[in-house]
């Protein structure tokens, strides 16, 4: 079945660094685009980043453009978000979630918080 | 990137119809049929539910159907049931290759 474990998360002061990774299993991990999207506290969903199947395509939301970036390593089946120059409104939950043909999450990891506070 | 427009909230009895709403742009979802719908309990991650404007992925309840027009989605829920009560967001593909997200409907199963 398929699976995304998300890992990473903490708590990191405002212009810190985080790196957040999500394990893929259960699926062809290379066949697939993949996103991150976050959740505030108590917020709505917020799209962060996408990425194609060989990594050649990415896009970012304008909140994380220039800070954060988006890799995968297919021989390792996962995931990767650097998050630098971290602020306050960045702390949020942290999901990966798989890109089915039309675009959409159609499976989602349990997700990871990270805090940014001083 | 502006978020698209959902109702704070809505409410039904079970057994009732509802149709929540998801408002764009031309350049989001009157522009591409790439419009989603997410259900999401608290504490919980989202769970797809309409992919494609109306296409149901395999294991989802044909209670919930989609619909498009224009610059507006819809997600029909029917039979409402104690279980359906939850946060809905809609997302959409953009022109700038990017997806934008609805800011959420709470439903409240009276």
């Known amino acids: 079945q398929v699976q995304l474990v998300e890992s990473g998360g903490g708590l990191v002061k405002p212009g810190g660094s985080l790196r957040l990774s999500c394990a893929a299993s259960?699926?062809?991990?290379?066949?697939?685009?993949m996103t991150w999207i976050r959740q505030a506290p108590g917020k709505g969903l917020e799209w962060v980043s996408y990425?194609?199947?060989?990594?050649?395509?990415?896009s970012y939301s304008d909140s994380v453009k220039g800070r954060f970036t988006i890799s995968r390593d297919n021989a390792k089946n996962s995931l990767y978000l650097q998050m630098n120059s971290l602020r306050a409104d960045d702390t949020a939950v942290y999901y990966c979630a798989r890109k089915n043909t039309w675009g959409s999450g159609d499976y989602w990891g349990q997700g990871t918080l990270a805090t940014v506070s001083s | 990137q502006s978020a698209l427009t959902q109702p704070a909230s809505v409410s039904g009895s079970p057994g009732q119809s509802i149709t929540l709403s998801c408002t764009g742009t031309t350049s989001d979802v009157g522009a591409y049929n790439h419009v989603s719908w997410y259900q999401q309990h608290p504490g919980k991650a989202p769970k797809l539910l309409i992919y494609g404007v109306n296409e149901r992925p395999s294991g989802v309840s044909n209670r919930f159907s989609g619909s498009k027009s224009g610059n507006t989605a819809s997600l029909t829920i029917s039979g409402l049931q104690a279980e359906d009560e939850a946060d809905y967001y809609c997302s959409s593909y953009t022109i700038s290759s990017t997806w934008v997200f609805g800011g959420g409907t709470k439903l409240t199963v009276l």
């Open positions: 259960g699926f062809s991990f290379s066949d697939f685009y």
């Open positions: 990425i194609s199947q060989t990594g050649s395509t990415m």
